[in-house]
């Protein structure tokens, strides 16, 4: 199987879903490690604009969007499932929740005054002006991917984080996990900002201490680990992307169209809501869960670039 690339940064919350999906899978993997902030010149020479994180790479494929990406490894190592049968709908509906509306309670907590200067100083006590240039920097980065999106008083951030933690008490109570005896999508879309609150403000981190059945679940998730995977470079990665013999068949190609727009389109798809950054190219196929494009750059050659249509929004270039 060619190589997956994961183009990920160690303390970016939806690269740690992927890479535990990874461990869980016991997939082999590459990592290249990419910038947090603009500019990220390697990213936009695979992506053609879209610049969240993490995004996989398989050979001249790129797949953006975590949710999507768990889907792709679903498709290639089905064993163990992240989608039981018994409860498939369930756990994407969870996940989807977990993804944004906890994520962004949690994130809006751990983004507190003490949790930012922890992150960004080393110390919690360290007052604002001795954050430094990266803090500075990281926060208009930010600012400019939320699309005038109200960022949560830290207030309604605790409350919200709190209620939702004491919701997952309640689903993991008389079972190991969310939805059942083994880890599915919903637990490792719900353990990610908990993650980072855990291990990145852990000055926030007492939050969790009051439910004692959401600390062990977390360190069920954490002994999962992250597999086997070795360093990559952004060029080396370009130059597999441009040495790659074409982009791997879809396992659904059926073409479905909710936007009068043909095949071999020149569109734009974008986030509808986090990273304003279109990403521009000729329409190749539009299923009932992915739209792919296809864009030529000087370095990376052909490239496929596959969206989730949930989340995203396809529009006629120049439109």
């Known amino acids: 199987m060619t190589d997956l690339i994961l ?13 535990l999906v990874l461990g869980y899978k016991q ?12 500019p990220k010149p390697d990213v936009v020479a695979l992506t053609g604009g879209y610049r969240k994180t993490p995004f996989l790479q398989i050979g001249s494929d790129v797949y953006c969007d975590s949710a999507l990406i768990c889907d792709v490894l679903e498709h290639l190592a089905p064993e163990p499932t992240l989608y039981p049968p018994s409860h498939k709908g369930l756990a994407r509906i969870v996940a989807q929740w977990a993804d944004e509306k906890l994520f962004w309670a949690a ?9 930012t200067a922890q992150l960004f100083a080393g110390n919690p006590d360290a007052p604002i002006e001795q954050w ?8 208009e980065d930010r600012t400019k991917m939320r699309l005038g999106m109200p960022r949560m008083p830290l207030a309604d951030a605790a409350a919200a984080y709190k209620s939702y933690l004491r919701r997952m008490a309640n689903m993991l109570d008389g079972q190991d996990y969310l939805l059942g ?9 719900a353990y990610h900002p908990l993650w980072f609150t855990r291990t990145q403000t852990s000055v926030m981190a007492g939050v969790l201490d009051a439910t004692p059945a959401v600390l062990a679940w977390m360190d069920r998730m954490a002994a999962i680990g992250h597999g086997r995977f070795d360093a990559m470079t952004a060029t080396e ?10 982009a791997a068949a879809q396992n659904d190609s059926t073409f479905q169209d909710e936007h009068d727009i043909a095949l071999g389109s020149r569109v734009t798809v974008t986030s509808e809501s986090f990273g304003p950054e279109p990403t521009e190219g000729e329409l190749v196929a539009a299923t009932r869960t992915r739209y792919t494009l296809q864009r030529v750059d000087e ?5 496929h670039v596959h969206f989730p249509r949930i989340g995203y929004i396809l529009k006629k270039a120049n439109a």
């Not at 183009?7 to 890479?19: I, L, T």
């Not at 997939?27 to 603009?38: D, E, H, N, Y």
């Not at 430094?132 to 926060?139: D, E, M, S, T």
């Not at 990665?237 to 074409?246: F, K, N, R, V």
């Open 107 to 115: 994130m809006a907590y751990n983004f507190s005054p003490k949790g």
């Open 181 to 189: 005896d083994a880890p599915c999508v919903a637990d490792f879309a």
């Open 7 to 19: 183009h990920h940064y160690p303390v970016s919350p939806f690269s740690e879903k992927v890479r």
């Open 132 to 139: 430094g240039g990266i803090a500075k920097a990281f926060g």
């Open 27 to 38: 997939l082999a993997w590459k990592s290249v490690i990419i910038p947090s902030v603009m």
């Open 299 to 303: 370095r990376a050659g052909i490239v």
């Open 237 to 246: 990665s370009i130059a597999a992307c441009a040495q790659s013999t074409g």
